[in-house]
């Protein structure tokens, strides 16, 4: 299906595309600002140094030396080789942890961007300011979940959102190239993105019922599980037994995991004892309220012609799998997964809200709203809301999308000044990883990172 009318009124205004340029800069200054004020994380430096072993060390996919990670594809190693390719590369021209940790940034942005354009060559949409108003709520998308930095550390969860969303879209007009890209940000990224392939394909067999197309798809399916288990076995000392004993007692027995039990006792006590008593609202809204009201919007959706072809379970599942999971059985609940579904939701609400044909303008109100959790100030917040109040109440018959996608823009722009005020008022952290561009496999290399 053509899209390219579906917004001629957007294409006309040059107020929305100025404004749009200006929040784009005003995401990568604070996002800049950001990167040094990020104190030393272990998590950061085994990814770093097993990914930088991966592609500069004959695909030594390996941790840093002395420490648990010092073992070649060790399941402990949970940021895959997808994780950190921006600051990789990068490492080619510096060693100043800050400017890899903004490549890394970079590199999610040009492949959320290289994707995009994808879509929207495949599903014949007219690129021009349908991409960069796209592209600005992406972007916001990326960088203001409640552990969006989590990218800047190096890390694959926002990474792993933006395949699956792309991939998702990608999937009715190219079926195996879709599927290959979700296993891929399994196994070459976070595999707890299992979860939501495991939702899509699930909703997948509910509509289509046919065991043909699941023996088609498995090939494209498994192709990086080979791969990744060639590496495993080529590189490392694991047997393939061996290796899958490690994988289920990391992923399936750790703390973090959880247990199924869905007794209303095990519930609370994973609520209780979680990371969630020292949440603030913000958070609460983001991970809790945003996803349920995502599915509202779904379903009340009548028309969404770039999805024509998908059923809103496909939708749907994915980022339901994870968040019942996240909710249900991890007992951290740490809020750095909650990246996974709700970037999802950010992106997919962004296609929505550009393109989506809505039943009601409490829906399209909805759409809107969502942004608004995830705004850095809670007066940005109550003013973006009483404007949209006040629109809802009176006659909004008059008011274009253009102006709402105006309106929104605008406060992004608003945001992201006041998210470099605040970035800027926090302490900086001077880090070192001058040892590791000597070598990588001496314990200065980690030392010197936590600054010993």
Not at 120 to 146: A, P, W
Not at 153 to 180: D, G, M
Not at 395 to 415: C, E, Q, R
């Amino acid at each position: 299906m053509n899209l390219h009318q579906v917004n001629k009124e957007i294409e006309k205004s040059i107020l929305l595309k100025i404004t749009s340029y200006i929040s784009i800069f005003l995401f990568g200054i604070s996002a800049y600002f950001r990167t040094k004020t990020l104190k030393p994380w272990s998590d950061e430096i085994v990814s770093l140094v097993s990914n930088l072993n991966f592609y500069y060390n004959n695909f030594n996919f390996i941790g840093p030396f002395e420490t648990q990670y010092f073992v070649s594809y060790s399941p402990k190693l949970t940021a895959g080789p997808l994780s950190s390719v921006g600051a990789t590369i990068s490492w080619f021209f510096s060693e100043d942890i800050y400017i890899l940790r903004f490549s890394n940034l970079i590199y999610l942005i040009f492949l959320s961007l290289g994707l995009t354009i994808v879509v929207f060559k495949t599903l014949k949409i007219e690129l021009n300011l349908n991409l960069l108003i796209l592209t600005t709520l992406i972007i916001f998308s990326l960088t203001n979940t409640s552990w969006w930095y989590s990218i800047l550390y190096l890390l694959p969860e926002t990474i792993c959102a933006v395949i699956l969303v792309n991939s998702i879209l990608l999937f009715s007009n190219n079926r195996k190239l879709a599927l290959f890209l979700m296993s891929l940000s399994v196994f070459f990224g976070d595999f707890l993105t299992v979860l939501m392939f495991a939702g899509f394909y699930l909703g997948t067999i509910y509509y289509e019922k046919s065991f043909v197309k699941i023996a088609r798809d498995i090939p494209f399916a498994l192709m990086p599980l080979i791969l990744w288990i060639t590496l495993v076995l080529t590189f490392s000392e694991y047997s393939l037994l061996h290796y899958f004993a490690e994988y289920q007692k990391h992923y399936f027995e750790h703390p973090s995991g959880g247990e199924i039990s869905l007794s209303i006792s095990s519930i609370i006590n994973n609520f209780t004892g979680s990371e969630v008593i020292n949440w603030g609202i913000a958070d609460f809204l983001r991970v809790m309220i945003a996803p349920i009201l995502f599915i509202y919007i779904v379903y009340s959706t009548e028309e969404m012609p770039l999805l024509h072809n998908l059923g809103k379970l496909q939708i749907i599942l994915p980022f339901v799998t994870i968040y019942l999971w996240f909710w249900l059985l991890s007992p951290a609940k740490s809020i750095i997964y909650s990246g996974l579904f709700t970037t999802f939701v950010l992106i997919f609400n962004s296609y929505f809200l550009l393109f989506g044909k809505f039943t009601n303008k409490f829906s399209f109100f909805t759409s809107l709203i969502i942004y608004s959790f995830f705004l850095s100030s809670i007066y940005l917040m109550g003013l973006y809301l009483l404007i949209l109040i006040f629109i809802l109440i009176y006659n909004n018959s008059k008011i274009g999308k253009v102006t709402f996608l105006f309106l929104l823009v605008a406060l992004m722009s608003l945001n992201q000044v006041n998210v470099v005020n605040e970035v800027r008022r926090l302490d900086t952290f001077e880090i070192s990883i001058k040892s590791c561009k000597n070598s990588l496999e001496t314990k200065d290399c980690w030392d010197v990172y936590f600054g010993r």
